[in-house]
């Protein structure tokens, strides 16, 4: 079983910076896809990052040139580094991990953390 433990969420201000955690357990040989989507209040959940196990990213338009995505394979975790962040940024942000590898073989399942609320607001 694959769980997602999510960290850095919290309050921000427009402008400043914040930096999301999502750490994957349970007995991982390797992740192909491993991102954050974010669900603001009234709307649907949207892509905001992801990252391939070979380096390839994606981003939302609306976080181009804003947000980065990395991730350390060794420790099965992914990052976001906002920064210049704005008020629409708002949202519980989740993690989501699919094509994992563990001692079981390969999972086609998709794997969503809790969620960690972020808030910028001056």
């Known amino acids: 079983q694959v769980q997602l433990v999510e960290s850095g969420g919290g309050v921000g201000q427009p402008g400043g910076s914040l930096r999301l955690s999502c750490e994957a357990s349970g007995s991982i040989f390797s992740i192909n896809v491993m991102g954050w989507y974010r669900q603001a209040p009234g709307k649907e959940r949207e892509l905001v990052a992801v990252h391939t196990r070979v380096g390839t990213t994606n981003y939302a338009d609306s976080v181009k040139g804003r947000f980065t995505i990395s991730r350390d394979n060794a420790k099965n975790t992914v990052y976001l580094q906002m920064n210049s962040l704005k008020p629409e940024d708002t949202a519980v942000y989740y993690c989501?991990?699919?094509?994992?590898?563990?001692?079981?073989?390969?999972?086609?399942?998709?794997?969503w953390g809790k969620g960690t609320p972020v808030t910028i607001s001056s």
């Open positions: 989501h991990v699919n094509g994992v590898t563990t001692a079981d073989g390969f999972s086609g399942m998709v794997y």
